[in-house]
């Protein structure tokens, strides 16, 4: 059965710091998606990943993908109090057979 | 506006009590897809479609049906609902799986009683 796990389930970091989201899956797939939810509202997607090695980015987010690890990552770079939100990375099992991690609530304190 | 629309968006019922929370995208979109989503648990996905008349199930299809018979629309149905049912679900489309983004409706917050 496939399982997706996020690391770490909350974070609170401060304005300006580093930090990075950990996503690991249990079977093979090259399709990772990440998705951002803020609090009551629905999903926007941030990146798809398609391949080994793909590495998007966009604005403070950057998220890599690495398949023979089974692991995707979501790195923050100079975090903002824009970035507050619900991270979710999704793996696609089989064509259209979708699996979301736990997701990770960010929070940035000033 | 491009946009997935659900509703209802809020709904409280009484257990066995059948009902349907429609789904419609205006799109194009191929792949249409339900999630629910519980504290801790991230999203799980119930049921899709790949295509028109085309479903399957997901992780968690227990207690509840679909059908595609609309490219645009995907209705998800509870013939018997049960409080293990209270959730927010969302509805989602993409131009087709595997290698798209998907975009998500509103969501439905379900209450069971």
């Known amino acids: 059965e496939l399982k997706v796990e996020q690391n770490p389930l909350f974070l609170s970091m401060q304005e300006g710091k580093n930090y990075t989201i950990y996503c690991n899956y249990s079977?093979?797939?090259?399709?990772l998606y990440w998705y951002r939810q803020d609090p009551g509202k629905s999903l926007e997607s941030l990146f798809v990943?398609?391949?080994?090695?793909a590495v998007k980015q966009e604005g403070r987010l950057m998220a890599s993908l690495d398949t023979k690890a089974r692991l995707s990552t979501l790195h923050i770079t100079a975090a903002v109090h824009d970035l507050s939100a619900t991270y979710f990375c999704?793996?696609?099992?089989?064509?259209?057979?979708?699996?979301f991690g736990a997701g990770t609530r960010l929070t940035v304190k000033p | 506006e491009a946009q997935v629309t659900q509703n209802p968006r809020y709904l409280i019922t009484v257990t066995g009590k059948k009902l349907t929370v429609t789904c419609s995208q205006n799109?194009?979109?191929?792949?249409m897809s339900w999630y629910r989503q519980d504290p801790g648990l991230g999203l799980r996905q119930i049921y899709y479609?790949?295509?028109?008349?085309?479903?399957d199930k997901g992780d968690v299809p227990e207690g509840y049906k679909v059908s595609r018979k609309e490219k645009r629309n995907f209705p998800l149905i509870l013939e018997s609902p049960s409080p293990n049912q209270t959730s927010l679900y969302f509805c989602?489309?993409?131009?087709?799986?595997?290698?798209?983004?998907?975009?998500f409706g509103p969501g439905t917050r379900l209450t069971v009683l």
């Open positions: 079977t093979t797939s090259d399709r």
């Open positions: 989602a489309s993409s131009p087709a799986s595997g290698y798209n983004e998907q975009f």
């Open positions: 990943l398609l391949s080994n090695g």
């Open positions: 799109m194009n979109h191929e792949y």
């Open positions: 999704a793996v696609d099992m089989v064509a259209g057979d979708m699996r």
């Open positions: 479609s790949m295509n028109v008349e085309v479903t």
